[in-house]
């Protein structure tokens, strides 16, 4: 199935299957979302993505460096766009956290 004909067969939906629609793709995504972990095993406890050796540190870091979201994808094919959201939101709540980590890394 192609995404043109999915996108006819929602269109044709009842106002209510629609609404089914959106909770189910909403769930799913939730569901998918990879937290951001600082696991003390695994870099002494640095924030990285899920279940990775990613640390948010490091992307913050490439994208100061000038590598976009397609780029890092293509760097780290373990991650995707949800992943680059989330430690994007992590590293802008944490910004002194991830500004220490990167200034100790440089020294």
Do not use: F, H
């Amino acid at each position: 199935m192609t995404l043109k004909d999915l996108e006819s067969q929602l269109l044709a939906l009842t106002p209510a299957e629609k609404e089914r629609v959106i909770q189910l793709l909403t769930q799913s995504l939730a569901s998918d979302r990879a937290e951001i972990a600082k696991p003390v095993e695994i870099g002494g406890g640095e924030a990285r993505i899920g279940n990775t050796q990613i640390a948010v540190w490091e992307l913050v870091n490439a994208k100061e460096l000038g590598c976009n979201d397609d780029v890092l994808l293509q760097i780290y094919p373990q991650l995707t766009a949800l992943d680059l959201a989330n430690a994007w939101e992590y590293a802008e709540a944490n910004a002194d956290e991830i500004s220490r980590t990167l200034q100790e890394i440089d020294e």
